[in-house]
């Protein structure tokens, strides 16, 4: 099976623009995640998408949305870019079917975001 | 509220050598699960192993093992006979309630020829 993609892998915007990033997840996988990694927060958990559903949410502003479309494929945009960011945003996919899931997460190669 | 803890920021060993990675873990939740994901240089995560909080039994696979204590609250995993290839950034996670990861703060190791 492939694994997870994202695209694109690098991209570089001034502050105050928008961003959109896309995430396809593997194959029969229904469930998305996605994470943000800085240098000083570390790996902090965003959002999770099941069934085109937010199901999870972490302690981001509201700046920071996502969606997942019928095919479970998934997008996040972030608004109004502020220079802090700045990060490697990556994206999970699992079988999650029930709210406790069980299943383990696999991870994209991340984009990497620069906010000038 | 989950909290995962890493106390080893870097760790450098010489070739051949055993590499034990510490972690600690907070959670008030009676089932969950931990893991173990690698982060080369690329950066992308890989997922190294799991474990669920009702079997404590340790295991070994490969060069990789892992030493889960309930008691302690720690779930150790070590690299035996490391290899160069196996310098990267290593991250303990949990998973309680919901589908959502808490990562410790990761331990670098470097690997010298």
């Known amino acids: 099976k492939a694994g997870v993609t994202q695209t694109p892998r690098y991209l570089i915007k001034t502050r105050g623009q928008q961003v959109t990033l896309s995430c396809s997840p593997i194959s029969g996988h229904r469930s998305v995640s996605w994470y943000q990694q800085t240098p000083g927060q570390g790996l902090q958990f965003l959002f999770e998408?099941?069934?085109?559903?937010?199901?999870n949410k972490g302690n981001f502003p509201g700046r920071f949305s996502g969606r997942q479309f019928s095919n479970s494929r998934s997008e996040m945009n972030v608004s109004t870019l502020e220079l802090g960011d700045s990060a490697l945003y990556l994206c999970a996919s699992s079988s999650a079917t029930g709210t406790a899931s069980t299943d383990t997460q696999y991870f994209g190669p991340g984009t990497r975001l620069t906010v000038l | 509220a989950q909290k995962v803890t890493q106390a080893q920021t870097e760790i450098s060993v010489v070739e051949k050598e055993d590499v034990t990675l510490d972690c600690v873990y907070e959670t008030r939740d009676t089932t969950y699960y931990l893991f173990w994901y690698k982060q080369p240089p690329s950066g992308e995560l890989v997922f190294l192993i799991r474990?669920?909080?009702?079997?404590?039994q340790n295991e070994i696979s490969g060069r990789y093992s892992w030493n889960f204590q309930k008691s302690t609250s720690s779930f150790n995993f070590t690299i035996t006979a490391s290899q160069v290839v196996d310098s990267a950034v290593y991250f303990c996670a949990l998973k309680a309630a919901g589908n959502k990861l808490t990562f410790g703060g990761g331990t670098r190791v470097l690997v010298k020829p």
């Open positions: 998408y099941f069934s085109e559903t937010q199901r």
């Open positions: 474990r669920n909080s009702f079997d404590e």
